[in-house]
């Protein structure tokens, strides 16, 4: 089995292919996952940087220790005990951490996976790569950028196999208010701020900008028009008064 490598892009791989050969199922999300997704975030600037590795598995914590154990990297054997049912930590002799979620993916909002890990080969599917960065109340430069590459290069599709899924969408976002308030201000915010930035960009992120914006402005409008639940409709009603959303904790 080769080491540990330096490229957090080359050694996502790496544990993706030997999850596969060894028959666990794991995909990438986060910056990485997007990485292997989007190739136009390399056009963006600055030059997007990635760390650490997030995954999504199923819930097999002796499968996944044993796993990542053989590729390098030490449990966090207390985190695991207590949090194992949910998420999952590893560290590399160099710092480098590894984030498993299992089944959900918990930060301002809860994105469920757990029937989803095997649409696409290496990640989660792209729709649940938007709605995993979508849903972040306090987006970073870094989420900007990823998201920019991920709805410039993907086109939106009704199902999974076309591209982005509206399918998808709705079923997050016309069942629950929380999850669309979010979704709907950060597309919102992000388009603008894209067409700014387009303006003054070179030509060629100027482009990825400019079809990343009309693809957000696309993907309100499709929100807007979906069939909203009754729970959608009741919690509408209350509104901003209360909070939508959670800011999850940092964990070291």
């Known amino acids: 089995m080769t080491p540990i490598l330096a490229d957090p892009v080359d050694e996502v791989r790496r544990v993706l292919e030997q999850a596969d050969h060894e028959g666990v199922v794991i995909r990438a999300v986060g910056g990485l996952a997007i990485a292997l997704r989007a190739p136009s975030v390399e056009q963006l600037s600055p030059r ?37 049912a949910e998420r999952l930590l590893f560290h590399d002799p160099a710092g480098r951490r590894v984030d498993v979620f299992v089944d959900n993916l918990r930060m301002c909002h809860d994105l469920p996976f757990a029937d989803r890990l095997e649409i696409d080969r290496w990640t989660i599917p792209l729709a649940d790569l938007a709605l995993s960065k979508l849903q972040i109340v306090e987006l970073t430069d870094r989420d900007a950028q990823d998201l920019a590459a991920l709805l410039a290069d993907h086109q939106l599709s009704p199902d999974d196999a076309g591209g982005i899924s509206l399918a998808r969408f709705q079923e997050i976002c016309a069942a629950d208010w929380g999850w669309w308030r979010t979704v709907d201000g950060n597309l919102a915010a992000l388009g603008a701020r894209w067409r700014e930035q387009a303006a003054e960009a070179d030509p060629r992120e100027a482009n990825i900008l400019r079809e990343a ?11 807007d028009a979906m069939p909203k639940s009754l729970r959608w409709r009741a919690r509408a009603a209350v509104g901003s008064r209360l909070a939508w959303y959670s800011l999850p904790e940092e964990v070291r």
């Open 213 to 223: 914006s009309n693809r957000a402005r696309d993907l309100r409008a499709a929100l």
């Open 48 to 84: 997007r940087a990635y760390h650490d590795l997030d995954l999504a598995a199923r819930p097999n914590a002796a499968a996944l220790s044993r796993l990542m154990t053989a590729l390098g990297y030490e449990p966090a054997r207390r985190f695991n005990t207590l949090n194992g």
